[in-house]
């Protein structure tokens, strides 16, 4: 797949985490995580895992300034 349809794909799982059952979230950054990985980009996927961490321990704030951060980021990998 193409960088930049890997990247629209990345984009549109981020912005699918506004809905859905908790699990179903954490699976979407997970999988987010482990593209960053293979996009070698370990910078981004370890953001990616502490946005998780943050939705994990409730802290809703941290978790969407995660997201947002990773939907900018990953934007400008185009």
């Known amino acids: 797949m193409p960088v930049t349809e890997r990247i629209d794909v ?5 912005n ?3 809905v859905g059952t908790l ?14 990985l293979e996009m070698d980009q370990p ?3 370890a953001r990616a895992a502490d946005t ?3 939705l994990v321990r409730g802290d809703v704030v941290e978790f969407k300034r ?13």
Not at 10 to 14: F, Q
Not at 23 to 36: E, F, G, N, Y
């Open 16 to 18: 699918a985490t506004d």
């Open 10 to 14: 990345l984009l549109s799982t981020l």
């Open 52 to 54: 998780l961490a943050a």
């Open 23 to 36: 699990d179903s979230i954490r699976a979407k950054l997970d999988q987010v995580r482990t593209a960053l």
């Open 43 to 45: 910078d981004l996927a």
């Open 66 to 78: 995660g997201r947002a951060f990773l939907q900018s980021k990953i934007g400008h990998l185009r």
